[in-house]
């Protein structure tokens, strides 16, 4: 005899709700007396070596409307060009330095900011380096799957020509969507998600 068997219907989806600054920025959120301060808030100390640069930016939707839910995080190199990661075999990173950040975009503007230091450049392969740069992750609701990219320096335009990943992009008139505007210490950098203005997102 043929069992019948009972088949059950898909689960409705649903997207990614505001957890991300809940869990991920408590204080931010208005939740103390998890951690003095939210992790990633703070980069620099007073002895941390290099110039120091506030980026500032927001992420926008593709109606040209800026979240005010998502959440930013930086990772990037000292200003010698060395990561503060048990895989860094080249030296020792700046103990005052944490090389990882993260922000929440403000619940009124949309605005992120970080205050860090301008990195250095870090090698790619074959004796060339990469240009100075900053790796931005973008999680928000509606963002099942973290997006990566990169930000470059508007006055490093000798290095960016020369960097490796910015030479690979194919439509050239999309490189400007990685680099920064704005001058030292102050740079702006918004994250399009869709449209004209898209910003180039890497498959890392």
């Known amino acids: 005899m043929v069992q019948q068997l009972g088949y059950l219907k898909e689960t409705p989806s649903q997207t990614a709700g505001p957890y991300v600054h809940i869990g991920l920025t408590p204080n931010f ?8 301060a939210d992790l990633g808030s703070r980069m620099v100390n007073a002895e941390t070596r290099g110039e120091r640069i506030t980026i500032t930016g927001r992420v926008i939707d593709g109606a040209g409307a800026p979240l005010k839910d998502a959440l930013v995080e930086i990772w990037q190199a000292d200003a010698a060009g060395l990561y503060n990661s048990p895989t860094e075999i ?13 922000c929440a975009t403000g619940a ?11 990195p250095g450049q870090v090698p790619y392969s074959n004796d060339r380096k990469m240009a100075p740069h900053i790796t931005f992750w973008i999680v928000a609701r509606g963002i099942n799957i ?7 320096f508007p006055d490093e335009a000798a290095a960016n020509a020369a960097d490796p990943l910015l030479a690979r992009i194919e439509h050239r008139h999309r490189v400007a ?21 898209e910003t180039v997102f890497l498959d890392i």
């Open 29 to 36: 959120c208005g939740i103390t007396g998890v951690y003095e």
């Open 90 to 102: 080249r030296g020792a990173a700046d103990a005052n330095f944490t090389g990882w950040g993260r």
């Open 108 to 118: 009124e503007d949309g605005v992120f900011s970080f205050e860090t230091i301008k």
């Open 146 to 152: 973290g997006l990566h990219t990169r930000m470059y």
């Open 177 to 197: 969507t990685l680099v920064a505007t704005g001058t030292t210490p102050n740079y702006v950098f918004d994250i399009h998600l869709q449209g004209e203005k």
